[in-house]
C-alpha cells in the first residue's frame, strides 16, 4: 500500500476519516493524498455579463479554501511526512473517483455522516458511490479511534472463487498490522448452508491464501447485515471488510432490514473492496 487518498469538506466525519488515514499511513509507510473538492456558485464559473462574483472575489475565495486547506493538512497530518494536497472543482463522487484514479489509489479513507443504522451511513451518499464505483479499496469510518491499533479483522464473504483479488487487496491491507482474521460467513433461513461444507469451504480459501493467524467462523442470524454485526460485536472486532459487486454497492447488503436498537457503537469502520 503505498498511496491513501483522504477527501475531506472539513466536516467532523471528515475529521474522523483523516486521524484514521493517518495512523494507517505511519504503520505502512504510505504517502497520503488529501482532497478537497470545491462546487462553485454559478455566477463565479461564468465570468460573463451578469455575474454576482468579479474575478478578484472569485481569486480571494478559492485563496480563502487553499488556506483553510493547508491549516486543516497541519492539524490532522502533523506527523505525516510524505503528504500531498489538492484542490478540484468537481461534485464530491466525480472528483474523488477521477482524483483516485489519476493517482492510482491504493486506498481511499472516508468519514460518514450517518447517525444510527448503517444504512444511513452509506447507501444512498457520496460515500456509497465511491464504494460502488471506485477500483481502490474503500474504508468508511463513523466515529474517532484515539488509539487505532486495529487486532481483530473480519472478512465476510461467501468465499468463492470470485473473491480472490478482493481477498488479495485485503491481505495487503492486514499485513501492516499484526491482527488476526475472522472469515466469516452469515447463514441465512433464505439462504441456509450445512455447516461442515461451509467451514470445508472456507478452509480451502485459507490454504490457497496460506493464512496462519485466522479463525474460521459461520454465523446463524435472520439477515446478512444482522449477522456481520452481531458477530462483530460479540468478538469486539476493529474493522469489517466485505467484497462487494460494483454493480449495486452495498445496497444489495444492507437493504433497510438494520433494526434500531443496534448502538451506533458498534458500528466499526468497514473496510469494501469491488469484485
Known amino acids: ?3 491513501i487518498l483522504v477527501p475531506t469538506d472539513f466536516s467532523k466525519p471528515s475529521e474522523h476519516a483523516s486521524k484514521l488515514a493517518s ?18 456558485p454559478t455566477g463565479i464559473i461564468d465570468m460573463g ?4 462574483f468579479s474575478i478578484p472575489e472569485s481569486m480571494l475565495y478559492i485563496r480563502k479554501v487553499k488556506d483553510k486547506l493547508m491549516n486543516y493538512k497541519q492539524q490532522f497530518f502533523p506527523k505525516n511526512d ?27 479513507v472516508m468519514g460518514s455522516k450517518g447517525h444510527t443504522d448503517l444504512e444511513e451511513m452509506i447507501i444512498g451518499s457520496n460515500t456509497e458511490k465511491v464504494v460502488r464505483n471506485s477500483e481502490a479499496p474503500v474504508l468508511v469510518t463513523k466515529e474517532n479511534d484515539e488509539v487505532f491499533n486495529p487486532k481483530n479483522l473480519i472478512f465476510a464473504s461467501s468465499f468463492k472463487p470470485d473473491k480472490d483479488k478482493a481477498f488479495n ?11 488476526k482474521i475472522h472469515l466469516l460467513k452469515i447463514n441465512t433461513p433464505q439462504k441456509f448452508e450445512n455447516t461442515q ?19 474460521i467462523n459461520t454465523y446463524n442470524d435472520s439477515s446478512i447485515e444482522r449477522g456481520i454485526l452481531n458477530f462483530s460485536d460479540e468478538i469486539n472486532a476493529d474493522i469489517i471488510a466485505l467484497a462487494t459487486h460494483g454493480r449495486s454497492g452495498l445496497s444489495h447488503i444492507f437493504n433497510g432490514s438494520i433494526t434500531r436498537h443496534l448502538s451506533k457503537n458498534a458500528i466499526k469502520p468497514m473496510l469494501t473492496f469491488r469484485v
Open 1 to 3: 500500500m503505498k498511496k
Open 23 to 40: 495512523t494507517i499511513a505511519k504503520n505502512s509507510d504510505s504517502e497520503i493524498h488529501l482532497l478537497h473538492m470545491i462546487e462553485l
Open 49 to 52: 455579463g451578469g455575474s454576482n
Open 82 to 108: 510524505n503528504i500531498k494536497h489538492a484542490i478540484r472543482f468537481q461534485n464530491p463522487y466525480e472528483g474523488i473517483r477521477d482524483y483516485g484514479k489519476k493517482i492510482n489509489a491504493d486506498l481511499i
Open 169 to 179: 487487496r485485503f491481505l495487503d491491507f492486514s499485513k501492516n498490522f499484526n491482527s
Open 197 to 215: 461444507k461451509t467451514k470445508e469451504r472456507i478452509q480451502d480459501f485459507a490454504n490457497k491464501h496460506n493464512l496462519d493467524n485466522y479463525t
